[in-house]
């Protein structure tokens, strides 16, 4: 049973959602559940809340139940219950001290040098964790929903769109784009394999409103002779990765977004967003970021 039960964490569950393969559960908080750093890093602010204040009802439960091991630790009052027992140490591990009751034996002197000692612990490891996560850096890219192809200047182009919601400056802004496909080799072994996409333009000094990616499908493109129904059976997906540094917090940022075979339409290229007003001016209007016309 119990190496029924170790062979099952070691199964990794993949399916595809939406024409894209994906981990079962992975990513996710509670996906972390043996690693309790990461569990308090990716779980939403609410739980991590909640683990912090189960933790310390619990931690202060626990000396309680310590100091009532001895009927006379604690003096400043005439009967020492559980709750008493509770809120001294509430006091002793918040180092709140209100000078009404306070440690009278050894023992009880021992327990509050312990609960101290666990308090400085308990407050740096919980002040790092939420430090960190607020310090994340998070990025606000916008992808088109779809991949075009169509002629551009007479060659077969890979297209599509990518946008920085915040309106801010992204510096030094660095895109890849991965084929990922299912390959035969000639012994009969399958695996997913990667190819890089050449990219028209790979690097913006300054990414500020809207970025059209562009792939030229040449005899060296991994795409070159490959039909949409090839990618489908080739359980074909477009990877990209956008890496770069926010001007705003001066940290790197990150953003990867996954097209399946199904979101690759051809013939079809994407709707202007830029439009010159009737006081001369451009415009970006974002309400057609998304749409597509025939050529």
């Known amino acids: 049973m119990g190496i029924k039960r170790k062979l099952h964490r070691h199964l990794i569950k993949l399916e595809q959602r939406d024409g894209v393969l994906q981990v079962v559960g992975g990513n996710s908080w509670y996906s972390y559940l043996r690693d309790p750093y990461h569990l308090l890093l990716t779980v939403p602010w609410i739980g991590f809340f909640a683990i912090v204040v189960g933790f310390d009802i619990f931690l202060n439960a626990v000396f309680a139940i310590l100091y009532l091991l001895d009927s006379n630790a604690i003096a400043g009052i005439k009967e020492v219950g559980f709750l008493e027992a509770f809120f001294f140490s ?52 916008m992808f088109s929903h779809v991949v075009t192809i169509h002629d551009y200047n007479g060659i077969p182009t890979l297209m599509f769109r990518t946008a920085n919601e915040r309106k801010n400056n992204i510096l030094e802004a660095r895109l890849r784009v991965y084929l990922m496909i299912d390959e035969i080799t000639s012994e009969g072994q399958m695996m997913r394999r990667l190819h890089e996409l050449k990219l028209v333009r790979d690097h913006s000094p300054i990414f500020l409103l809207s970025w059209t990616v562009m792939h030229t499908i040449d005899e060296n493109s991994p795409l070159y002779g490959i039909t949409i129904e090839t990618m489908e059976r080739l359980n074909a997906q477009i990877l990209v990765s956008l890496t770069g540094v926010d001007e705003t917090i001066e940290g790197t940022i990150h953003a990867r977004h996954m097209y399946s075979s199904s979101q690759i339409l051809c013939d079809r290229r994407f709707v202007d967003v830029i439009h010159i007003g009737k006081d001369g001016h451009r415009y970006l209007d974002y309400s057609h970021f998304h749409e597509t016309t025939a050529v």
Do not use: C, D, H
């Not at 002793?92 to 001290?97: E, K, V, Y």
């Not at 440690?103 to 790092?128: C, D, H, K, R």
């Open 90 to 141: 509430v006091q002793t591990l918040a180092s709140i001290g209100y000078g009404v009751m306070n440690p009278q034996t050894l023992y009880a002197n021992l327990i509050v040098t312990l609960e101290s000692i666990a308090s400085l612990m308990l407050f740096a490891v919980i002040t790092g964790i939420a430090f960190t996560r607020f310090a994340k850096s998070s990025s606000r890219v």
